[in-house]
């Protein structure tokens, strides 16, 4: 099993932006597809965007297409969430997971690994 660990998290003003990597250990993240959520206080955790195993395909929620971005490295274990152009309504604890396939996922339960998330704060 991969174990992998989120960073980059923090407080920020609306309109700027961050850019959250997702170290991996254990296991190479290229046998994965791999996926970014949230979840903000008092709701439920929700998808933000996905990557294939190669980076050649990316997918993303509505609500942060055209603002956020994934990307990954083989080489360095690490995938990455570029976020524009932020929002307070973006405001959530993050979550970097790996799917049980090489391929985009969007469920929570086509995911078997998580790491513990950093907190995003986006202020008005």
């Known amino acids: 099993q991969v174990q992998l660990v989120e960073s980059g998290g923090g407080l920020v003003q609306a309109g700027g932006s961050l850019r959250l990597s997702c170290a991996a250990s254990g296991r190479t993240i290229s046998d994965y597809g791999m996926g970014w959520f949230r979840q903000a206080p008092g709701k439920e955790r929700e998808f933000v965007g996905a990557?294939?195993?190669?980076?050649?395909?990316?997918y993303y929620a509505d609500s942060v297409k055209g603002r956020f971005t994934i990307s990954r490295d083989n080489a360095k274990n690490t995938v990455y969430l570029q976020m524009n152009s932020l929002k307070p309504e973006d405001t959530a604890v993050y979550y970097c997971?790996?799917?049980?396939?090489?391929?985009?996922?969007?469920?929570?339960?086509?995911?078997?690994?998580w790491g513990q998330g950093t907190q995003v704060t986006v202020s008005s």
């Open positions: 990557i294939s195993w190669s980076g050649g395909s990316t």
């Open positions: 997971a790996a799917a049980r396939n090489p391929y985009i996922a969007t469920m929570t339960a086509d995911f078997g690994s």
